[in-house]
């Protein structure tokens, strides 16, 4: 097998399955070996599916050979990030203490996703619990640091870090991330991959492992926007398992409407690092091609601090017995293992007043995008730390502010692209991010900025995976 399709689109790869240039099985083979062989170096490999895989790459061939095409993803290997639960091997949501946790039935997404024909290859790593108790550095997790597809000794990004890294370094064409507050955005950005957040309810996370039930969403990860669109579909839909899926509207590719009204997030560039600021400052050329570019600001409520007080309320709730037994002392980081104690304490009254400001806030951004179709910002406004020690000299040294807390908090659907190279040679990203179920409009804007940059076709070095 070429090593051809280590990067290429999941597009490309569907049209040579139909063609009948490659089958099922050697992509799958193919793809295994990869993830088998350069997962470990970047510790983004919880465990490998190859019977599994196999089994399904066989069904997909013979449905092609039947005539019988299922979904663009038929035959096209994933990883999926280790919360997701599947019955055939554990599932460890990144924690010792769960590591030989097994299920009897495979997640809601994971079932979509065998339902369209695509094969699931491996379990990717994450941070312990999704990062809900406090990590404040990169060894936070069952398999290890996550380490960048782009430079190991830099950190992957979490929680979703083995989703990003495997994509990234052409170990899987594509991966499901999950994110409460940055999961997927963060190790998409700093890998140099596409990820795409959608609105909350849009899929369900039945068969998730939940951490904060009114903020946890389900994502793809991705080379680029089109291929992230072509997941989504896959797997967004109502069930009657998880309840705020009931009420979301059908996902709908719609026309474009005209010229578009772009908001930028005042001082987000300003006050990021400066390769992040440049390539952001550029990318916001190339996006004035599309519309009107002017500056907007964010309502003045705590939001950032009403997130963080739902999630670790909620939290709490969902691992209360787990934290009463001590189970937490087993975590790795060390901050981690008493990083939820306090959280049993809080009183009704914060969490109230948290869900007060969401509500505000919610109100506020509806009054927002009646003036704008898409706000965006830098992503992150530094690139990847490095893979040791703690995060706070790192983050605190560009403090700038973001769309990643408020986007969260009320929902909203958001996508992240790569800009170019910054710091070290290491990726930038710049967030657009939609109204409520407007998934189809921030990722047809991506795609004509990916069309107009071809930021995402950049390939990590070949020393990234190289023997140390």
Known sequence: MANEWAFVSVRTLADALRAGDTTSRELTTYFLDRLEKHGPKLNALVALTRERALRDADEADADFARGVIRSPLQGIPYGAKDLLATSDVPTTWGA???RNQQFDSDAAVIQQLSAAGAVLIGKLAMVELAGGWG???PNAALTGPGRNAWNRERWAGGSSSGSGAAVAAGLVPFAIGTETWGSIHCPSVFNGITGLRPTYGRVSRAGAMALSWTLDKIGPMARDATDCMLVLQAIAGPDHADAPTLGAPMLTITPPSGPLRIGVLESSIEHSAPGVGTNATSA???LGKFGSVLPMSLPELPMDEAASMIIMCEAAAAFEE???EGKSTELTAPEDRMGMWHALAAPAVDYLRAMRVRARATAAMNQIFERFDILVAPTYSVVAPLAEGSFDEHFDKHDAVSLSG???????PSITVPTGLGEEGLPTGIE?????????RIVQLAEAFQGATGHHLAQPPDWALAQS
């Open 96 to 98: 010792v203490p769960y």
């Open 135 to 137: 990590y404040d550095q």
């Open 284 to 286: 916001l050329d190339v």
């Open 322 to 324: 787990f934290i009463a």
């Open 406 to 412: 408020m986007g969260n908090l009320v929902g909203l």
């Open 432 to 440: 657009l991010l939609g109204r409520w179920w407007d998934e189809s």
